[in-house]
């Protein structure tokens, strides 16, 4: 994870790692947090509300199967509620107060914290219907089940598919004060964000990584990433897929953890698909090094590694049928000792470093000035556009016009020809028809005078000079007939 954003980014990153080492705290051919002959309560990583539901060995269960989306649902009401609050006390537009409150992305804290447990009861309250105390039990078990093993498509459909459109990372000013990207937002940033040198600067790009998540889209959609940051922040731009590998590495590990295999063969082969498991995920972290920070990928690599070797020292021992005193055995048990004072020191650094980031301004002000930069350039368009037709006075529009040698007559059904005489130059408008009829080429009928000379004079007798404008032939004219050029101005009076 990554302090980008903050101790509740902390703790729910750390809670996808916490739930896996729960797992394999009871790693053996069960696992016996989840073990259905126990008729004992769930660890608090995987049901923390501690309820009961009924009186059935599946009491706790079902309890955090419910609970735990009702814990999640309940985190994302209190999101709003806090927007809401907001925007009712300050001046605040709602978008910028959704964005204040992070909201509803950092829903996705208890979400990823307590996807584990709740898809390891759940899968198990599906495949083992026999040892359910109803059948509403196994409804709520695959109902449940179902929804988890969706949930990283929903995620993509919602969060991440939107990201290249909307957000972008760009160089922090403070590492890369020359990048281009950084010199086009403004002299503000200079005088904003001061840039780092020598062993400050190794220092910083350590801990944050190169570049800061900014909003890219429209100015009202330009909160995007203060509301969904805390899912994609920690990873460099085109990583942030990666989410949806640890949110599968999850999944895969509640379903292999919820069989029941038998004592030899299928114990073993269980064993052994999950060291595999572990194993791809440090590899590709390894080779990906996803995360923005290298502080993250590297406690992310360590911790991974950890866990790959106690999983696999784990399955050996209990190939070799050895006594939990044996050294692979109290390895293991130190590996996941370590892994655990290991994330707990990261969550900590991770609280630190936020406070660090709110205290630099970090990402604040660099979003502020690139909101502001977009803010001026949709400002400056709009005053750099042409008026509308009905604002324009004394404007002469040069038309190069294809006639018959027998026609003497122009009229908007006739040879001036029903397109756009002004396109781009009217605020992009198109298909427009000449407002106005022709009767003869020497004499204006309504608003608009016709003239064979280079420039006219308008009604009130001053001359107007006439930017280059687009040439039209008169697609109306008759074939095999000769023809005559001419140049004809029209002057909007």
Known sequence: TSAASGVALAAGAGGGTASRLVVLQGFGCEVEDVDLEHNKNLDWEFHPTRAAFGAGTRRYMLAAAIMNPVVCVGFLVVLYMVAFAIFKMSDMSWARSMATARAPGLSYVPYLFLLQGTSLVSARMAFFPEDNNSTATTVVGWTLLLFTLATPALLYLLVLRHVPRLSRAIPDPRLFPEDEAVQMLSDEASEKVVPYTGWKKTAYRFCFGDTIW??????????????????????????????????????????????????????????????????????????????????????????????????????????????????????????????????????????????????????????????????????????????????????????????????????????????????????????????????????????????????????????????????IKDKGRGKGRSERKENLTLSWV
Not at 345 to 354: E, N, Q, S, V
Not at 397 to 417: F, H, K, Q
Not at 453 to 464: C, D, F, L, R, V
């Open 214 to 471: 900014v909003g890219s889209g429209e100015v009202e959609e330009g909160y995007f990433t203060e509301q969904y940051g805390v899912v994609f922040e920690p990873f460099r731009e085109g990583m942030t897929w990666f989410v949806l590998t640890e949110l599968a590495c999850i999944l895969l590990l509640s379903l292999l953890s919820a069989w029941r295999p038998g004592i030899g063969m299928q114990c073993h082969g269980r064993n052994g698909l999950i060291t595999l498991l572990f194993l791809a995920y440090l590899v590709l972290l390894c080779w990906l090094r996803p995360f923005s920070a290298a502080m993250d990928n590297l406690i992310s690599i360590v911790l991974s590694a950890l866990m790959v070797f106690a999983v696999l020292f784990m399955t050996l021992g209990i190939i070799a049928e050895v006594s939990k005193d044996h050294m692979l055995f109290v390895a293991a048990g130190w590996m996941l000792l370590v892994s655990a004072i290991l994330l707990l020191l990261k969550a900590l650094w991770d609280i630190g470093t936020y406070a660090i980031d709110i205290y630099l301004s970090r990402r604040y002000a660099v979003r502020e000035m690139v909101r502001n930069a977009g803010q001026n350039n949709s400002m400056g368009a709009l005053k750099t556009e042409e008026p509308a037709v009905e604002e324009l006075t004394d404007m002469n529009i040069d038309i190069y016009v294809v006639l018959p040698d027998d026609c003497d007559t122009l009229t908007s059904e006739g040879s001036v020809p029903k397109q756009s005489l002004f396109n781009s130059s009217l605020n992009g408008t198109r298909n427009r028809e000449v407002p106005a009829l022709f009767s003869s080429r020497k004499s204006a009928v309504s608003a608009m005078k016709i003239n064979s000379a280079k420039s006219i004079q308008s009604s009130e007798g001053a001359t107007s000079r006439t930017p280059r404008s687009p040439r």
